[in-house]
């Protein structure tokens, strides 16, 4: 089976049958593995067709065709008729030589039989990546470092914002810092920016993007362009699936992309977290906020990313409250990449003048060495460790209590 950049087929699936999408959704997973998903579980008439196919873009379509036959042949021929270069990929209840043909004559492109197999989700996805050829994989480029909380104010924001102003100390040229926290993007309160436009914009319009509409959506804040979030809740938010045409176009424009991300629990924070090239997964030494760690690296892990990529980093690090550091280490079952030495009045100086760290601080040296460790390597380094179960993280909880 041919290598394919999987994350470019967007996946709709059409299937009333709840049973049917159970067993299919692991078969989906091993196929096109960052593929974004979207289940209804529903046969769609042709106005919310339309509307399914303009929000989700897929490109592919299954469709059940084992709970209702003649709704399914009359909804794969809509399909085509909306878009005749989306295939549709059948789902059959049985061996039935006769209904296969019906509907291979009615539009769909291939079929899976149940039981589900992978082997016939390997020869599907040959036939779809023929029909459907995904664009060059991209090769260079500039390096995205996306920023994960564990939880809520461990001070990944933060990080953020002083990775980007590290990295041009460091020397890149072109530097993109991207508030893609739909829900509490604070970038533009700390730095003190507003812009009419936030990266929702940018999706909305990604058919279109080229350099001089990029330059409206974005501000440019000491020498670093700094894309929002938005300011005031929106319509569509909670249905944010893919963030790979930011970062596609992201890639091509600028030596180091750094995405400020919310929580890791939904497909978009999901599939930023696919596509970085360092995944920087902050946390306190607090117990609330490394129970949180644990959990976010096991959803990480059964989620498909890449966990050589992910870098713990220990914000506002206190020897005396909390944890140390070879705990932690041993609680989450790999190794603490940084520490971040508290120092409120640095930070909150910072904060409150829309600035970097003052480099001179014990923050502002960590910040440079952290800087210095992500920004300036091009390859991954492969720490050997792998997250421990949750037991080994409740050994540490009962021993520090005890």
């Given at each position: 089976m041919p290598i394919i950049d999987a994350r470019y087929y967007k996946t709709l699936?059409?299937?009333?049958?709840?049973?049917?999408?159970?067993?299919?959704?692991?078969?989906?997973?091993?196929?096109?593995?960052?593929?974004?998903?979207?289940?209804?579980?529903?046969?769609?008439?042709?106005?919310?067709?339309?509307?399914?196919?303009?929000?989700?873009?897929?490109?592919?379509?299954?469709?059940?065709?084992?709970?209702?036959?003649?709704?399914?042949?009359?909804?794969?021929?809509?399909?085509?008729?909306?878009?005749?270069?989306?295939?549709?990929?059948?789902?059959?209840?049985?061996?039935?030589?006769?209904?296969?043909?019906k509907c291979l004559r009615q539009g769909a492109a291939d079929f899976l039989i149940r039981p589900f197999t992978n082997d016939q989700m390997d020869s599907a996805v040959e036939k779809i990546a023929r029909l459907?050829?995904?664009?060059?994989?991209?090769?260079?480029?500039?390096?995205?470092?996306?920023?994960?909380?564990?939880?809520?104010a461990c001070g990944a924001t933060t990080i953020a914002c002083n990775l980007a102003f590290q990295s041009k100390r460091l020397g890149s040229k072109k530097i993109l810092l991207a508030d893609l926290d739909p829900l509490t993007g604070t970038i533009s309160f700390l730095l003190k920016l507003k812009s009419s436009y936030s990266f929702v914009d940018v999706i909305s319009r990604q058919n279109t993007l080229d350099g001089d509409l990029w330059k409206q959506m974005i501000n440019v804040h000491q020498g670093i362009d700094v894309l929002l979030a938005p300011e005031n809740m929106m319509d569509g938010i909670d249905q944010l699936q893919d963030a790979s045409s930011i970062f596609d176009f992201a890639q091509r424009t600028y030596e180091t992309v750094i995405a400020d991300c919310g929580n890791s629990y939904n497909n978009w924070n999901l599939s930023m977290a696919r596509i970085c090239d360092e995944l920087l997964l902050v946390?306190?030494?607090?117990?609330?906020?490394?129970?949180?760690?644990q959990?976010?690296?096991?959803?990480?892990?059964?989620?498909?990313v890449e966990m050589d990529k992910v870098r713990i980093v220990v914000n506002r690090y206190e020897r005396e409250i909390g944890l140390n550091a070879d705990i932690i280490s041993t609680a989450?079952?790999?190794?603490?990449?940084?520490?971040?030495?508290?120092?409120?009045?640095?930070?909150?100086?910072?904060?409150?003048?829309?600035?970097?760290?003052?480099?001179g601080s014990i923050v502002g040296k960590?910040?440079?060495?952290?800087?210095?460790?992500?920004?300036?390597?091009?390859?991954?380094?492969?720490?050997?460790?792998?997250?421990?179960?949750?037991?080994g993280l409740m050994s540490i909880f009962s021993k520090a209590s005890s």
């Open positions: 699936v059409l299937c009333p049958n709840k049973a049917i999408a159970t067993e299919l959704g692991p078969v989906i997973s091993h196929g096109l593995p960052l593929a974004p998903v979207h289940i209804i579980h529903d046969y769609l008439t042709r106005r919310p067709l339309m509307d399914a196919l303009k929000l989700h873009d897929p490109k592919v379509c299954f469709v059940d065709f084992a709970t209702n036959l003649d709704t399914a042949l009359a909804i794969t021929v809509e399909i085509q008729a909306l878009n005749s270069n989306l295939p549709v990929v059948a789902l059959l209840p049985g061996d039935d030589p006769s209904l296969i043909l459907v050829p995904a664009p060059a994989a991209r090769v260079g480029g500039g390096k995205t470092i996306a920023v994960l909380p564990a939880k809520g946390t306190t030494n607090e117990l609330p906020a490394l129970q949180a760690a959990r976010a690296l096991a959803f990480l892990e059964t989620n498909r989450l079952g790999t190794e603490v990449f940084q520490v971040i030495p508290t120092d409120y009045e640095a930070v909150q100086k910072s904060q409150m003048e829309g600035k970097p760290v003052p480099p960590n910040m440079a060495e952290l800087a210095t460790r992500v920004c300036g390597r091009k390859e991954r380094s492969n720490n050997g460790s792998k997250p421990s179960s949750l037991s």
